[in-house]
């Protein structure tokens, strides 16, 4: 266990449902073990199941909080896992629509993986941003004002906040490189 990211607080928002497995567990666990304070939040401080490849049930894992109970001045960084049930539920609940806004608002990062960016593009955050996700968002992406591309993980900085995406469970070591390197440089 390192330190590089001791008195950093991330907050990790997913659905109850459809979370793709790895999505959620490897960044909780890296960005743990350099040190950083994580809190996984649900609509429900109830079981999240979650999936291997959207279609395989895998592990439950109790959140750390419900969404009412987390405030965005509580944290460093926003991350939202993919797995394209929880994607399309959390851009539909209200709070998790008011969370992202709120990060990118106060001009702190968000991470989002593989389905993740379609909360980015239901809260109106992705004009003028260039982003990558899991392919099939692409037109999503680019409709709602964003700029599509297919790297591993992409940081876009415009307007006042920086956006990390990367495409899938294969990128996750860039994902999780670049949330704990735009971390250090806020430590």
Same mark, same amino acid.
Request: charged share 30%.
């Given at each position: 266990?390192?330190?590089?990211?001791?008195?950093?607080?991330?907050?990790?928002?997913?659905?109850?449902?459809?979370?793709?497995?790895?999505?959620?567990?490897? &960044?909780?666990?890296?960005?743990?073990?350099?040190?950083?304070?994580?809190?996984?939040?649900?609509?429900?401080?109830?079981?999240?199941?979650?999936?291997?490849?959207?279609?395989?049930?895998?592990?439950? @894992?109790?959140?750390?909080?419900?969404?009412?109970?987390?405030?965005?001045?509580?944290?460093?960084?926003? @991350?939202? &896992?993919?797995?394209?049930?929880?994607?399309?539920?959390? /851009?539909?609940?209200?709070?998790?629509?008011?969370?992202?806004?709120?990060?990118?608002?106060?001009?702190?990062?968000?991470?989002?993986?593989?389905?993740?960016?379609?909360?980015?593009?239901?809260? !109106?955050?992705?004009?003028?941003?260039?982003?990558?996700?899991?392919?099939?968002?692409?037109?999503? @992406?680019?409709?709602?004002? !964003?700029?599509? @591309?297919?790297?591993?993980?992409?940081?876009?900085?415009?307007?006042?906040?920086?956006?990390?995406?990367? /495409?899938?469970?294969?990128?996750?070591?860039?994902?999780?490189?670049?949330?704990?390197?735009?971390?250090?440089?806020?430590?």
């Amino acid at each position: 266990m390192s330190d590089e990211l001791n008195g950093t607080r991330v907050l990790i928002i997913t659905s109850n449902t459809g979370v793709e497995r790895d999505e959620l567990l490897v &960044p909780q666990r890296e960005l743990k073990e350099k040190g950083a304070t994580v809190v996984h939040a649900a609509p429900k401080n109830e079981q999240v199941q979650t999936f291997e490849h959207d279609t395989e049930k895998d592990v439950t @894992v109790q959140p750390d909080s419900a969404f009412d109970e987390v405030e965005v001045d509580d944290y460093d960084v926003l @991350v939202v &896992p993919g797995g394209t049930v929880n994607a399309d539920k959390l /851009r539909a609940e209200d709070r998790a629509v008011e969370l992202a806004k709120g990060f990118a608002a106060a001009g702190k990062p968000i991470a989002a993986i593989c389905h993740g960016p379609w909360l980015l593009v239901e809260a !109106g955050l992705t004009p003028d941003k260039t982003l990558t996700s899991y392919f099939s968002l692409r037109t999503d @992406v680019n409709n709602a004002g !964003g700029r599509w @591309v297919d790297q591993p993980v992409v940081r876009s900085a415009e307007d006042g906040w920086a956006l990390i995406t990367s /495409r899938n469970p294969d990128d996750l070591a860039d994902f999780c490189g670049a949330i704990a390197e735009e971390l250090t440089a806020k430590v």
